[in-house]
């Protein structure tokens, strides 16, 4: 039934359920096919990672909205993809990187069952896990630039779009830039007479049986399960908080768990829930009324279900484009997680050498024994972080003594 013929308390909810899963969709999937290509898979297999992806959690959304009656949206792991880009193809290939997927659900799941197993997360700094995030990210946010050196003509409209976006409408910023890098990708294969064929743009699942490498467990799932819970999971209860609304944590954990688990197999690498789109169905966007809110992630649920018919094209549409812009979409989508990051990580006096080494290392690509560079950045991080506290140990605070008074000059 179209927005227009529903009465004014459903249609507002609707409207920020579509508009939700459109920004949400169109602003990140670029990051999450480099993310999956990086790590070793083919274009099929990663139009069914995307694919896996947006169905589970489209159906983790419908359902967490309909049991709870509050906006919850969730999404797949955007910084996570970043990080695989930055980690590579590891000991075992694609299938011991879906291994490592699987058993991030599985800490997921773990998270939600035992409180003690997410206390003992929280205690990994918050700047050493911003550092490692604006590390892994960094590189892909230097895309856009280096494309612009190599190709002005094709990426200058690319980011001159999100910029003019960014001071008019800033959540519409990534997807006008995505919608100009469609237009200059049909005018650039208009000009070449390259052709598509129609059987690649149709989406369908593809199984791939798990391997395991330490490497990989190492390697990715663990950095993956903590840039998963520290940048997305952490920041959407914070989110929805703000707006009056709690998240029901262990629910929320089990079907985002579940969820990772179930798209594992099919090249999904993390659901959770969603941070900087969740605004959007749990705001005033979604009308006056707090507790008809829940409509608006609803609907985003449905939207998304909608949005995965579009795996397989998007894939066919980012081998296709010239060289750079696709790569210009994934950095621009990730510019504010790297400024949120880096600005966290800093923030802080006490921890910014180990920030520093944190997010030197992840940025640098070191790769060692196998296992990329995030575990080893967030590894030096800690034990940077221990060795100053053990030098520089923090004084007790002691209370001042006052001072002497001073006698009144005469008159």
């Known amino acids: 039934m179209p927005a227009s013929t529903l009465s004014p308390s459903l249609s507002r909810p609707v409207v920020a359920g579509i508009v939700t899963a459109l920004v949400g969709f169109t602003s990140s999937f670029a990051v999450v096919l480099a993310g999956l290509h990086a790590v070793g898979a083919d274009d099929a297999q990663a139009a069914s990672g995307l694919l896996a ?65 997410g206390q003992l997360l929280s205690r990994i700094p918050s700047a050493l896990a911003q550092a490692m995030l604006a590390g892994v990210v960094l590189s892909l946010c230097l895309q856009p630039f280096s494309a612009l050196s190599a190709n002005p003509l094709l990426i200058a409209p690319v980011i001159l779009s999100w910029l003019i976006m960014v001071k008019v409408a800033a959540r519409w910023a990534v997807p ?41 467990m190492v390697g990715i799932a663990l950095p993956l399960f903590v840039v998963t819970m520290a940048s997305q ?25 579940l969820g990772t688990v179930l798209g594992a197999p099919f090249g999904g690498h993390a659901i959770n829930l969603a941070a900087l789109s969740a605004a959007l169905a749990a705001g005033d966007e979604a009308g006056p009324d ?17 949005l995965a018919a579009l795996s397989a094209a998007l894939v066919t549409v980012v081998v296709a484009a ?66 100053l506290a053990a030098r520089n140990p923090r004084p007790v605070p002691v209370p001042e003594a006052p001072a002497p008074p001073v006698p009144d000059r005469p008159a």
């Open 322 to 387: 010239p060289r750079g812009v696709i790569e210009t979409v994934a950095g621009l989508a990730l510019m504010s997680t790297f400024i949120g990051s880096i600005s966290a990580a800093f923030a802080q006096l006490e921890e910014r050498v180990a920030a520093g080494i944190t997010f030197l290392l992840a940025a640098s690509g070191l790769s060692f024994g196998g296992i990329g560079a995030a575990f080893w950045a967030l590894l030096a991080g800690l034990l940077v972080r221990w060795l």
């Open 233 to 257: 999971n952490i920041p959407g209860v914070a989110v929805l908080g703000s707006f009056g609304f709690r998240t029901p944590w262990r629910p929320s954990m089990l079907v985002t768990g």
């Open 176 to 216: 006008v830039a995505f919608a100009v890098a469609l237009l200059v990708i049909g005018i650039s294969l208009a000009s070449s007479g390259t052709r598509i064929a129609i059987g690649s743009m149709l989406p369908a699942f593809t199984w791939t049986t798990p391997g395991f490498s330490w490497q990989a």
């Open 290 to 306: 707090k507790n008809r809110r829940w409509i608006a992630a609803f609907s985003a649920g449905w939207a998304y279900l909608a």
């Open 53 to 117: 992806l947006t169905v589970a959690f489209g159906l983790g959304i419908v359902f967490l909205a309909w049991r709870s009656r509050l906006p919850i949206t969730l999404a797949w792991s955007t910084p996570g993809a970043a990080l695989l880009v930055s980690t590579g193809t590891v000991d075992g290939g694609w299938p011991a990187a879906v291994g490592a997927f699987l058993l991030v659900g599985l800490l997921i799941i773990l998270t939600g069952l035992l409180p003690a197993f």
